[in-house]
T-cell receptor, first 109, second 115 residues
């Protein structure tokens, strides 16, 4: 079967750096997405990786290793507003998104 | 505001009721999706429409019936639901469903409670 694994919950301190990992086992691979979802709100797109390496977007970066079935989302200079769930999703060989259960990130002052 | 709206935002219905969820996107996209989101579980894809044609139905029970009259509107008709159907129902849209880097834009969801 297809599977996306991410930690259920993480805690970090304001101003620090946090890395959220995602491992996947899917039938084929056509890209990996990270989304942010604040409580009670819609998921919003953060990043897309299809080739190995690091993609940087301001305070957020996303890394992909296709050979290892692994990605991470790196958040720098954490702010209280970064408290949210972070969803990892992989597009499989049928171009459908397979979603992880999300990582709830708690930021403490 | 993501350009995708959903109504109602909250819905409580009995198991014998019939109701409909509505989704509208103002982004000029060609693909629309219905997802079910339950607490601590991955998003479950229910239906996909691409250019108004249904391209995916992930073994969803027949008590859920989608309708896509045009590329901007998507409905989910509900009847004789079960308590385990209580969840957040999210609508999303994207340029199309053929791949590439096209991300999906989500609506705020309808929180459904079946009593």
């Amino acid at each position: 079967g297809q599977n996306i694994d991410q930690p259920t919950e993480m805690t970090a301190t304001e101003g620090a750096i946090v890395q959220i990992n995602c491992t996947y086992q899917t039938s084929g691979f056509n890209g990996l997405f990270w989304y942010q979802q604040h409580a009670g709100e819609a998921p919003t797109f953060l990043s897309y990786n299809v080739l190995d390496g690091l993609e940087e977007k301001g305070r957020f970066s996303s890394f992909l290793s296709r050979s290892k079935g692994y990605s991470y989302l790196l958040l720098k200079e954490l702010q209280m507003k970064d408290s949210a769930s972070y969803l990892c999703a992989v597009r499989d060989s049928n171009y459908q998104l397979i979603w992880g259960a999300g990582t709830k990130l708690i930021i403490k002052p | 505001e993501t350009g995708v709206t959903q109504t109602p935002r909250h819905l409580v219905m009995g198991m014998t009721n019939k109701k409909s969820l509505k989704c509208e996107q103002h982004l000029g996209h060609n693909a629309m999706y219905w997802y079910k989101q339950s607490a601590k579980k991955p998003l479950e894809l229910m239906f996909v429409y691409n250019f108004k044609e249904q391209t995916e139905n992930n073994s969803v029970p027949s008590r859920f019936s989608p309708e896509c009259p045009n590329s901007s509107h998507l409905f989910l008709h509900l009847h004789t639901l079960q308590p385990e159907d209580s969840a957040l129902y999210l609508c999303a849209s994207s340029q199309d469903d053929s791949g590439g880097s096209y991300e999906q834009y989500f609506g705020p969801g309808t929180r459904l409670t079946v009593t």
